[in-house]
């Protein structure tokens, strides 16, 4: 069974590799989802345990499903 720390940095990294893909810095993400660009930075590197309202807002912003995180 995988810890929930492991849990957190593959959320992080699928983060990482989705804001890339749409050409998004974490203070352009931030701005988009309302939230602070060092949140999305210790996000990405799996440090927070994130909210689904949280996922929510950075799906939205990202403009993907929240499911394409997982």
């Given at each position: ?36 660009r060092t949140y999305i930075g210790s996000i990405e590197r799996g440090e927070q345990n994130i909210s689904v309202d ?17």
């Open positions: 069974m995988m810890s929930i720390t492991t849990k957190r940095k593959e959320f992080g990294s699928r983060l990482r590799e989705l804001r890339k893909k749409a050409g998004l810095s974490q203070e352009e993400l931030g701005f988009k989802a309302g939230l602070h949280n996922i929510n807002k950075l799906a939205k912003a990202l403009k993907i499903s929240a499911k394409e995180f997982f």
